[in-house]
């Protein structure tokens, strides 16, 4: 089953040393998971200033800047991986360095299989 680990943390909650002492534990952490045929994706986000959000309402489209809620916690990345159960998706997200200072949130994910038929 897939599995969308989605890392929230507060954005400016790391030093550069810190971030990336992160990004290469994570890389580590990545490296693991190929080698378990469990990897599928990851990738850290750019910060919120960089981020648009996208409403349609009565067939009109609003544009606006910056993420659709104001949080303390911001979507920074994710993971997405393939795993037999929740069990090993909940082993996985303890792994994750920002587990340790914000949360990572699991979804699984809904496998439409016509949804990139030609």
Do not use: W
């Amino acid at each position: 089953m897939k599995y969308l680990l989605l890392i929230y943390a507060d954005e400016q909650g790391l030093n550069d040393t810190e971030r990336e002492a992160c990004y290469a534990e994570s890389k580590r952490l990545v490296q693991d998971l190929k080698s378990s045929g469990q990897y599928l994706g990851a990738n850290p986000l750019h910060p919120t200033t960089t981020a648009t959000s996208v409403r349609v309402r009565g067939g009109k489209r609003l544009v606006t800047d910056g993420p659709f809620a104001e949080t303390r916690e911001q979507l920074g990345g994710y993971f997405l991986i393939d795993v037999q159960n929740l069990d090993q998706a909940i082993g996985i997200a303890e792994r994750i360095p920002m587990a340790r200072k914000g949360t990572v949130e699991i979804r699984p994910v809904i496998e439409l299989p016509d949804l990139l038929a030609d």
